[in-house]
């Protein structure tokens, strides 16, 4: 008996790891800060790939108040332990936030989709943008930076995370940065024309 449950356990753990693992690397907006785990857009990806009949599992490594700097440290383990088919990388709002070079979270988006090709995972960009007290000279730089990117290393944008929901308070959260959950459901149709493309 003992050595059938073994076996069952060797095929299940075999069968999972011949899943292909979709890998959502990003900061607080992929985290679902403020709402329930179940409510957050990459949990609703899941429920959307398994309903349509896509066979990936989706892996969500994303962090509250990440940085490119952080996440390009994390990222190579991240890597390493997930082997995934494709990696969203949802960062770059919060080095935006803090008024950080734009030429340095350029050049940490541009190593971290770098190291994705290298693991033979492909890259989905997932851009941002930065409200106009920001300035702007340092606000449209920062958003074209995506854009520019994305065309430099050939892979798919999703250029601006947010569209149609930033600016709709029915949408968002109290602190106007954060997505509710109406505005989550809204995210991943942002995502998935883009993210379409990528599966096989």
Known sequence: MKRLWVLIML???????????????????SAGFGIRPDQGWVALLQTKLKAEGYGYR???????GETTAGGLARLPRALGLHHP?????????????????????RD????????CAAAHSRVLLLGMRMPPN????????????????????????????????????????EDGIHPNATGQAK?????????????Q
Do not use: C
Not at 58 to 64: D, L, Q
Not at 108 to 115: D, G, K, T, V, Y
């Open 187 to 199: 995210l991943l149709q942002n995502v998935w024309p883009a993210l379409k493309g990528l599966l």
């Open 134 to 173: 920001y300035g702007a000279e340092y606000t449209e730089a920062f958003a074209s930076s995506f854009g520019q990117l994305a065309r430099e290393l050939k892979v798919p944008l999703v250029p601006f995370l947010l569209n149609g929901i930033a600016l709709n308070p029915t949408l968002m959260q």
């Open 108 to 115: 940490n988006l541009a190593r971290m989709s770098q190291l």
């Open 58 to 64: 989706v892996i969500n490594a994303s962090v509250s």
């Open 85 to 105: 088919a494709v990696t969203l990388i949802e960062l770059g709002g919060n080095d935006g936030l803090r008024a950080l070079p734009v030429a340095q979270m």
């Open 11 to 29: 095929i299940a753990t075999a069968a999972h790891a011949e899943t292909p693992v979709v890998l959502v690397f990003g900061d607080s907006i």
